[in-house]
């Protein structure tokens, strides 16, 4: 595993950036659980896991609402652009921001990918599924690691707990 990319100044600029309260169900907790996930499907599955880290603080961090709202994806992955390009933030190779940007752009649209970054990523943020009353359906997961029953269990344990905090 390598060194992580992320660091102080990047989560404070995105959370500075996230529109919604700090307790929404796609926020800061549910970007750190979408990267423990994540981190723990790469051990098995090889994914990029700079990609995955930038995925795990990326993905929704342009959300308007927690509801509907299917350009959030988008938005997301153009926001990386930004970093990368404009604002010279992103520890990444410009075929890793590729990689960012299609995690990031795609994730809204529940596909299934056989690239194990690309898998790993949706997996990781699926898994975190019932903080929202979602059950984790592995026929809707991309990489066998994230169908594995303990890892489901392991991931939806964590989901209940911050949901348990925060929400009941």
Same mark, same amino acid.
């Given at each position: 595993?390598?060194?992580?990319?992320?660091?102080?100044?990047?989560?404070?600029?995105?959370?500075?950036?996230?529109?919604?309260?700090?307790?929404?169900?796609?926020?800061?907790?549910?970007?750190?659980?979408?990267?423990?996930?994540?981190?723990?499907?790469?051990?098995?599955?090889?994914?990029?896991?700079?990609?995955?880290?930038?995925? !795990?603080?990326?993905? =929704?961090?342009? #959300?308007?609402?927690?509801?509907? +709202? @299917?350009?959030?994806?988008?938005?997301? &992955? %153009?926001?990386?652009?930004?970093?990368?390009?404009?604002?010279?933030?992103?520890?990444?190779?410009?075929?890793?921001?590729?990689?960012?940007?299609?995690?990031?752009?795609?994730?809204?649209?529940?596909?299934?990918?056989?690239?194990?970054?690309?898998?790993?990523?949706?997996? !990781?943020?699926?898994? =975190?599924?019932? #903080?929202?009353?979602?059950?984790? +359906? @592995?026929?809707?997961?991309?990489?066998? &690691? %994230?169908?594995?029953?303990?890892?489901?269990?392991?991931?939806?344990?964590?989901?209940?707990?911050?949901?348990?905090?925060?929400?009941?």
């Amino acid at each position: 595993m390598s060194e992580s990319v992320l660091y102080p100044r990047l989560i404070k600029d995105l959370c500075a950036i996230f529109e919604l309260d700090d307790r929404s169900v796609h926020g800061p907790a549910h970007w750190m659980r979408v990267r423990a996930n994540g981190l723990a499907l790469a051990r098995h599955t090889g994914a990029n896991t700079r990609v995955l880290e930038l995925f !795990a603080v990326f993905h =929704d961090s342009c #959300r308007e609402n927690d509801w509907t +709202d @299917p350009d959030h994806g988008p938005r997301a &992955a %153009a926001l990386a652009e930004y970093f990368f390009y404009e604002e010279k933030m992103l520890l990444c190779s410009e075929d890793e921001l590729q990689l960012l940007v299609y995690a990031c752009g795609g994730h809204t649209y529940g596909g299934i990918s056989s690239d194990p970054t690309i898998g790993t990523c949706w997996d !990781a943020d699926r898994l =975190d599924l019932p #903080r929202v009353g979602i059950t984790v +359906d @592995p026929n809707l997961l991309c990489t066998d &690691a %994230a169908k594995d029953a303990s890892l489901i269990h392991w991931a939806e344990d964590r989901a209940f707990d911050w949901r348990g905090k925060f929400w009941l």
